[in-house]
Every structure is written in C-alpha cells, then in structure tokens.
C-alpha cells in the first residue's frame, strides 16, 4: 500500500509547486500594480519574461500533476488540470492577461481546497 501512496504524494507536491509559483507572480505582479512607489523597482527589462515563465512553468505542473493523479477524471482533476491550462496559456494572452489571471485567482479557493485533501489523501 505504501508504494501505491508514494507516486500520488509526489504529484501532489508538484501540484503545490505549480500553485504557489503561479500565486508568487500573481502576488508581484499585484504588489507593482497597486503600489509603484513602493515597488516599482523590480520592474527591470527581463521583468516580464521572469513573470511569464513563472506562471507558464507553474501552470505546465499543475497541468501535469492533474493529469497524473489518480482523481484525474473526477471533478477534482478536471479543476487541476483546467487551472494548470488556463494559467499555462495566460502570458500569450498578451495586455488582456488579466482576464485569464482573474479566473485563475477566483478559482484559486477551489484549487487548495483540493490539494489540500490529496494532501491529506496520500498522507494516509
């Protein structure tokens, strides 16, 4: 049983990795919207290809670990892997990136709340 565990408690890590690189760039890309005074300097010339390769490898692990649990064709995998997709192609969306990322963001909850029962999940 526990080699049977094994395989989904790594997914389900990588899931976490997508999910929090993906948030990380949110979370600057915010930071500079709302406050430029403050941080406006992290805005250098490779600021937007950093922020883009973030969430594209962020979405591309969500993506991934979605399709390789084992809840792949339930509601639940579904959700991962269309977050992953959906993040994974937001920077081609270009200036209207932000359409994207505001479903990414609202589906966010719904995102935890699931790897938080794989965690739980495999943990057992």
Excluded: Y
Excluded at 5 to 20: E, F, L, M, Q, Y
Excluded at 37 to 51: A, D, Q, R, T, Y
Excluded at 112 to 122: D, E, G, K, N
């Amino acid at each position: 049983m526990n080699e049977a565990v094994r395989p989904r408690r790594g997914w389900v890590i990588t899931a976490w990795v997508g999910v929090v690189m993906v948030l990380i760039a949110m979370l600057v890309v915010a930071a500079v919207i709302i406050d430029k005074p403050h941080f406006g300097w992290m805005v250098k010339s490779l600021f937007l290809e950093f922020i883009s390769a973030g969430v594209m490898i962020g979405g591309l692990l969500v993506l991934l670990a979605g399709f390789f649990l084992p809840e792949r064709k339930t509601w639940r995998g579904i959700t991962l892997m269309l977050w992953g997709l959906i993040a994974l192609t937001s920077p081609g969306f270009g200036l209207m990136f932000l359409l994207p990322w505001g479903l990414v963001a609202a589906a966010l909850p719904l995102v935890i709340a699931i790897l938080i029962r794989q965690s739980r999940i495999s943990r057992a």
